[in-house]
């Protein structure tokens, strides 16, 4: 089946630095993939959606110039958290979608635990 | 906006146990409907799926139907095993919010013990 994998799975950094977090579909082509933001006990956010070659779509009341979506091919997107604080410590998901007419088949990662001190 | 709702966890079982995990949904037009599930260190998988009203999805034992006149789709499994202990999740997509999002519930935390 298809595989997502993502980079890194856990990751501590301080108060005001910047993070990478990378996704990759490992054995498709994928044109979109997702981000999604999953706080304890609770659902799981979407927090953008990555097309290959174009901007990402940002969902309400996310912070574009504070989570950077980058998708410069078919098999990866990056999200960079910059200037973390605190509160976005939280478990980052995303997941990358197969061309054609499911558009609900997506396959995800298995998530990135941040947390900054 | 669309919604789902599931039981809150953590379930916790015997082994041969039946299984049920509730959801209900919020939205206009015809969502589909689905079950994910998430093992530990794992990324979500797609366990079934259901189109249309009084469809019913099915895989490894588990089942689900779509009832739109109670806007639900509850999971159920005749005999859990230790291997099912995962994080469930119900989804849909294609309601008003369209078939490019999936919107999640919460998250059911099953626990099966021997």
């Known amino acids: 089946g298809a595989v997502v994998s993502q980079h890194p799975s856990r990751v501590i950094c301080k108060s005001g630095t910047s993070v990478k977090i990378e996704c990759r579909s490992l054995?498709?082509?994928?044109?979109?993939m997702f981000w999604y933001r999953q706080f304890p006990k609770q659902s799981l956010m979407l927090m953008a959606t990555?097309?290959?070659?174009?901007?990402?779509?940002?969902e309400q009341g996310v912070e574009k110039d504070k989570f950077l979506i980058n998708h410069a091919s078919l098999t990866l997107s990056t999200l960079t958290v910059t200037s973390a604080h605190p509160e976005d410590s939280s478990f980052y998901i995303c997941?990358?979608?197969?061309?054609?007419?499911?558009?609900?088949?997506?396959?995800f990662g298995p998530g990135t635990r941040l947390t900054v001190t | 906006g669309d919604s789902v709702t599931q039981m809150e966890g953590p379930v916790t079982l015997s082994e041969e146990a039946f299984l049920t995990i509730n959801c209900t949904y919020t939205a206009t037009g015809y969502p589909s409907l689905f079950w994910y599930v998430q093992y530990p260190g794992e990324g979500l998988q797609l366990l079934l799926k259901a189109t249309k009203a009084d469809d019913k999805g099915s895989n490894k034992g588990f089942e689900a139907t779509y009832r739109k006149e109670t806007t639900s789709f509850h999971l159920e499994k005749g005999s859990v095993q230790v291997s099912d202990s995962a994080v469930y999740f119900c989804?849909?997509?294609?309601?008003?919010?369209?078939?490019?999002?999936?919107?999640f519930g919460a998250g059911t935390r099953l626990a099966v013990h021997p």
């Open positions: 997941s990358a979608r197969l061309p054609g007419p499911k558009p609900y088949e997506q396959y």
């Open positions: 990555s097309n290959e070659g174009s901007k990402a779509t940002y």
């Open positions: 989804a849909l997509s294609g309601g008003g919010d369209g078939y490019n999002k999936l919107i």
């Open positions: 054995d498709f082509q994928a044109t979109t």
